[in-house]
């Protein structure tokens, strides 16, 4: 499977942005789908998880991100998606999208993620 994320972009701090994630070469229907995120000089962090199909499409979202993300999928678009609201310049980051058949309990675990998007640049400007 080939994730291509969208292009991220240049916000003000309290605006909008919508990422994709496009999967190709597979249905993504029996993954999960994350979204993560790397500033410059740390570690990539979790942001969010959608689970597969059949989980009744479960969420988890990092405590900095609660209630101004949104993450939602299409499975007949094999795309994933995060709404981000309210953006703030700690958000600041590349975003990466990846998919994952672990267990719903290690969703936020970088290392369990099997394919990774390309990464978008997300700049929220003060």
């Known amino acids: 499977v080939q994730l291509q994320a969208s292009r991220g972009g240049l916000v003000q701090a309290g605006g909008s942005l919508r990422l994709s994630c496009a999967a190709s070469g597979r249905t993504v229907r029996d993954f999960h789908m994350g979204w993560f995120r790397q500033a410059p000089g740390k570690e990539r962090e979790f942001v969010a998880g959608?689970?597969?199909?059949?989980?009744?499409?479960?969420?988890r979202y990092a405590d900095s991100v609660k209630g101004r993300f949104s993450i939602s999928r299409d499975n007949a678009k094999n795309t994933a998606y995060l709404q981000m609201n309210s953006l703030k310049p700690e958000d600041t980051a590349v975003y990466y999208c990846g998919v994952t058949q672990i267990l719903w309990a290690y969703v936020e675990e970088t290392h369990r993620y099997t394919k990774w998007g390309q990464g978008t640049l997300v700049t929220v400007s003060s």
């Open positions: 959608i689970s597969r199909s059949g989980s009744g499409f479960g969420t």
